[in-house]
T-cell receptor, first 111, second 114 residues
C-alpha cells in the first residue's frame, strides 16, 4: 500500500519568513495530493491540493510543488503569520480517494 | 450550504462496550470515508462507503463496521472496545469514488475508552 513520509516533524519560523514542508510517497499510481491544516482541537481543513498532471499550484501565500519522478511534493508558505501556526498534514491517494496521510508537521510562527 | 457534521462530539465508554458514531456528509456529496486519528498522529483510513456499500477498507479489524443510509449519512460501529480505540474519529465526505475529488472533514468524535 501507499506510504507517505513527512518532514520536518516540527518547524519554527519567525513571522514574515517562509516555511517549507516536504513529503514523499511510495505508490507511483497516486494522482492526488492534498494538504490539510489542523488547529488544536479542530477538524483537518483542506488548504490546497495538486493533481498529478501539474507540477505547481499557488493560492495567495500558499504553494505546492510536485515532482512525480522523484515521488515527492512540498508545501510552501510565504510571509508567515501567527495564524499559520498549526499542524500540517500531507496526503496522497493510491486508489479511489483513500487518503494516506503523513505524520504531520507542527508549524510555529513566532513574533 | 451545510458542511460535514458528526455526532456525538465526545463519548466515554468502558472496555468491552460497543459504540456508534454518526456522520452527515456535506450537501451534494455521496461518499463517506472514516478515519481514526490517535493523539499526535495523522488520520488513518478505516473504510469508505458509496452507494450504501463498503468500497474500500483499511487495516482495521472486523470489530469496526459501518453503514451508509439512502440519504448518504453514515454510521461507524466499534464492538468490544479496547483502550487503544481511544482516538478522534473523523468522517470525510466527497463526491463519487474518483481519487481526485476533494475530501472535507467533519469536526470529529472524541472517543475515550476507560
Amino acid at each position: 500500500g501507499e506510504n507517505v513520509e513527512q518532514h520536518p516533524s516540527t518547524l519554527s519560523v519567525q513571522e514574515g519568513d517562509s516555511a517549507v514542508i516536504k513529503c514523499t510517497y511510495s505508490d507511483s499510481a497516486s494522482n492526488y495530493f492534498p494538504w490539510y491544516k489542523q488547529e488544536l482541537g479542530k477538524r483537518p481543513q483542506l488548504i490546497i491540493d495538486i493533481r498529478s498532471n501539474v507540477g505547481e499550484k499557488k493560492d495567495q501565500r500558499i504553494a505546492v510543488t510536485l515532482n512525480k519522478t522523484a515521488k515527492h511534493f512540498s508545501l510552501h508558505i510565504t510571509e508567515t503569520q501567527p495564524e499559520d501556526s498549526a499542524v500540517y498534514f500531507c496526503a496522497a491517494t493510491g486508489t479511489a480517494s483513500k487518503l494516506t496521510f503523513g505524520t504531520g508537521t507542527r508549524l510555529q510562527v513566532t513574533l | 450550504d451545510a458542511g460535514v457534521t458528526q455526532s456525538p462530539t465526545h463519548l466515554i465508554k468502558t472496555r468491552g462496550q460497543q459504540v456508534t458514531l454518526r456522520c452527515s456528509p456535506k450537501s451534494g456529496h455521496d461518499t463517506v470515508s472514516w478515519y481514526q486519528q490517535a493523539l499526535g498522529q495523522g488520520p488513518q483510513f478505516i473504510f469508505q462507503y458509496y452507494e450504501e456499500e463498503e468500497r474500500q477498507r483499511g487495516n482495521f479489524p472486523d470489530r469496526f463496521s459501518g453503514h451508509q443510509f439512502p440519504n448518504y449519512s453514515s454510521e461507524l460501529n466499534v464492538n468490544a472496545l479496547l483502550l487503544g480505540d481511544s482516538a478522534l474519529y473523523l468522517c470525510a465526505s466527497s463526491l463519487g469514488l474518483v481519487s481526485s475529488y476533494e475530501q472535507y472533514f467533519g469536526p470529529g468524535t472524541r472517543l475515550t475508552v476507560t
